[in-house]
């Protein structure tokens, strides 16, 4: 059995070990629709390859529209939110059907979106880049078709490097493979160095990697109660 594989097993869920900072500080739930805000300040706030994209974005709300909203909005029962007694400091978010997920985002989320932000009047700049996402998802890879599942994880800086992304990824894992997903994929921005040491750290690999992204994936094991 493989590293990713273990680590989506139910007895791999939850703090295995301590962690560095008390373990108590910080508390894992369901996320729920009174998160929104946190999803998408969170989602700026680790914009750019891992880092604060506030400034680099006119529009704040531009990238929590396509990377973090609509999984709270079109598949709440796989989001994951983490809190201190500051709020709400990180998520997990996906789905365990990525092409079900991409219908209702195009028959639901983003018709509004394109005609609040039209294609034709994207600038050259970064919220250009989005809005043209917006209007142009990119399409689905056939070499990542056996792993049907997506996720983003995003942690803000004071609930990073204490084992608290192992924690989220672990259990939205957990819950994607008991949904009846096969397999679970996520894109890396390769710039993103810290993100890649740490999905390889868990044991994962990347299966495809194209222009600007590298594409991590791993199958559920059958038939282990998942
Ligand atoms: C990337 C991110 C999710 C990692 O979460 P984290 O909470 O910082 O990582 P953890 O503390 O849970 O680390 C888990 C393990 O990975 C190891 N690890 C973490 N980063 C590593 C790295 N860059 N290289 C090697 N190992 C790493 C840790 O040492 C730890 O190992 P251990 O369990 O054997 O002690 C988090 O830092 C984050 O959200 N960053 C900003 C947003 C982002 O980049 N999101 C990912 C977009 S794809």
């Known amino acids: 059995m493989t590293t990713p594989e273990r680590l989506a097993q139910p007895s791999m869920v939850g703090p295995q070990k301590p962690f560095k900072r008390a373990a108590t500080r910080f508390a894992l739930r369901a996320a729920t629709a009174a998160d929104l805000p946190a999803l998408y300040q969170i989602c700026l706030a680790t914009a750019l390859a891992g880092h604060d994209g506030s400034g680099h974005y006119r529009d704040p709300e531009l990238p ?84 049907p599942a997506h996720l983003h994880l995003d942690l803000l800086p004071r609930a990073q490097g204490c084992g608290q992304g192992r924690r989220l990824l672990e259990a939205l894992l957990e819950t994607l493979a008991r949904q009846g997903a096969a397999g679970v994929h996520w894109g890396v921005d390769p710039a993103n160095g ?26 559920f094991s059958a038939g282990e109660g998942l």
């Not at 598949?75 to 059907?97: H, M, R, T, W």
């Not at 993100?195 to 791993?218: M, N």
């Open 64 to 147: 929590g529209h396509l990377y973090a909203a609509p999984y709270l909005v079109l598949a709440p029962e796989s989001c994951l939110v983490l809190e201190d007694e500051a709020g709400v400091c990180g998520y997990a978010l996906g789905c365990a059907d990525s092409a079900a997920f991409h219908a209702r985002l195009e028959q639901q989320w983003l018709p509004p979106l394109r005609q609040r932000y039209p294609l034709s009047e994207a600038s050259a700049d970064a919220d250009g880049q989005l809005i043209h996402r917006l209007h142009q998802p990119p399409q689905w890879l056939p070499a990542l078709l056996p792993f």
């Open 194 to 219: 810290r993100a890649v040491g740490f999905y390889r750290r868990l044991g994962f690999e990347v299966v495809w990697q194209q222009p600007g992204c590298l594409w991590f994936a791993t199958r």
